[in-house]
């Protein structure tokens, strides 16, 4: 195999897809070397099949906004890959969604649940829909005209959505009310990331915040470091967000930023508990706008408008919005201002030039197939509890995960440390993930 081949012909056959070929060269970068010591992956064409997704649907979802006016959105599902389990992975609502973005983010998904030793396949969905300025009224009537499609793609055993960037327990707790209805099938299986008191598990909300923090910490501590008080940047206020800032703080770290699509909210003494959550109020709102924190919190928090959370001098950066969030430039500018590790929570939240600087210019880089799996792994643990029709402590499912943030750590380590004893956080998480897939692609066959 050779990456420059393959590329050139995904190229030609999807010009455009970005976020797609992106992601695949980096993916194939990391394994071209390991590949070709196994003639058995080139001779079944493992790589070429692992490059395109099973199939993807797309509909289109119409539904009505609160003026009477008849909308139209794109839905989608890529069911990318089934090799060690049924497709599984979130839903991205957002005015930016297009298949290419969805491909990249269902290719990611199928090394990252395979690098969670759960067996899951790969999986992203979504909608092109814009929750931002949108009624509690209007979530709910998009959700359903999206079930009215998504429903007859997905199953319990089959296909499995969650949340993405959009789409949280309000968005799960309408989709799944429509799939129910339309489906008649009343297995609480079908969908994680749901309510308490029907089938959500405790900690999920937290878990893919918690699980980054897991792995930052295990990631110190090879360095021979440790968290405590560290300064910390996150970026976004979502879900992902939240769930880092309350670990971080926990684990005595302070968190001095966090932003928006408007700009960046310095917090100098550090977010507290009623900062972390107004986040949550902040999102409700779908205003979108991270200005209403230093609204609510004068002095505490200062907003700068149009600024990243990477302007701000810390030691540890936490991508945790989008992916190509940071750029090359503000690696540099974190590295100016003394930042020593950056632990990527988003998907794909490094461009590559930022990647490249970082392990170039001795800052710690992990990837986020590998830092923000806890959040996929418990939706994993929640269809456990589903499939036994029981429900665990939180204390459970909190050793659960980070039992297998530590073994995503411990893949990473095996098969990225380099020669020179160093550990290569990107090509660790491709490598394991990657051979789990291939492996199973060749025992099932020629399919
Ligand atoms: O990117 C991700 O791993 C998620 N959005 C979570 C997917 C899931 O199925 O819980």
Redesign the pocket.
């Known amino acids: 195999m050779k990456t420059t081949d393959i590329m050139a012909r995904l190229q030609a056959k999807y010009p455009g897809e970005k976020e797609y070929l992106q992601a695949v060269q980096e993916v194939l970068e990391s394994v071209e070397e390991v590949y070709n010591q196994h003639p058995e992956f080139e001779q079944a064409k493992i790589v070429e099949r692992m490059v395109e997704p099973d199939r993807i649907f797309t509909f289109r979802v119409t539904w009505v906004d609160d003026r009477g006016e008849v909308q139209t959105n794109t839905g989608y599902r890529v069911q990318f890959n089934s090799a060690i389990g049924p497709y599984?992975?979130?839903l991205?609502f957002h005015r930016a969604v297009t298949p290419s973005m969805l491909k990249f983010?269902g290719f990611?998904?199928t090394f990252?649940n395979a690098l969670t030793t759960l067996p899951?396949g790969g999986a992203?969905g979504g909608s092109d829909f814009d929750p931002k300025g949108k009624s509690n009224e209007e979530i709910m009537r998009f959700c359903q005209a999206f079930m009215m499609e998504l429903w007859q793609c997905i199953g319990p055993d089959q296909d499995?959505?969650?949340?993405?960037v959009g789409v949280g327990g309000r968005e799960i707790g309408y989709l799944y009310g429509m799939y129910k209805k339309l489906a008649r099938q009343y297995n609480t299986g079908v969908l994680?990331?749901k309510g308490g008191t029907w089938g959500g598990s405790i900690l999920?909300p937290e878990a893919?915040g918690f699980g980054a923090l897991y792995f930052t910490q295990n990631l110190l501590h090879k360095a021979g470091k440790d968290i405590k008080g560290m300064k910390v940047a996150v970026s976004g206020f979502g879900n992902v967000a939240w769930g880092a800032c309350i670990k971080a703080t926990e684990l005595g770290a302070k968190v001095v930023a966090i932003s928006g699509p408007d700009g960046v909210c310095h917090i100098p003494d550090g977010i507290t508990r009623e900062m972390i959550d107004y986040m949550l109020v902040m999102r409700a709102s779908n205003r979108d706008k991270v200005e209403d924190m230093a609204t609510k919190f004068p002095g505490k928090a200062v907003f700068t408008p149009g600024k990243k959370s990477w302007s701000v001098p810390v030691d540890i950066a936490l991508p945790c919005a989008f992916q190509n969030e940071l750029s090359e430039d503000d690696a540099k500018e974190l590295k100016a201002n003394g930042c020593f590790c950056c632990c990527e929570v988003s998907?794909m939240g490094c461009q590559p030039g930022a990647i490249h600087f970082f392990q170039h210019n001795g800052i710690l880089f992990a990837p986020g197939k590998a830092v923000?799996?806890g959040?996929?792994a418990?939706?994993g643990l929640e269809m456990t509890q589903n499939a036994e029709h029981i429900s665990w402590s939180g204390a459970e499912v909190d050793e659960k995960l980070h039992f297998i943030m530590d073994s995503i750590h411990e893949q990473c380590v095996k098969y990225g440390t380099q020669p020179d004893g160093s550990i290569d956080y990107v090509k660790g998480a491709n490598i394991a993930g990657f051979m789990k897939v291939a492996t199973a692609m060749l025992e099932q066959g020629t399919i």
């Open positions: 599984k992975g979130g991205r983010l990611e998904q990252k899951m992203k499995i959505p969650a949340g993405d994680t990331g999920r893919t998907n923000n799996a959040g996929v418990t939706s």
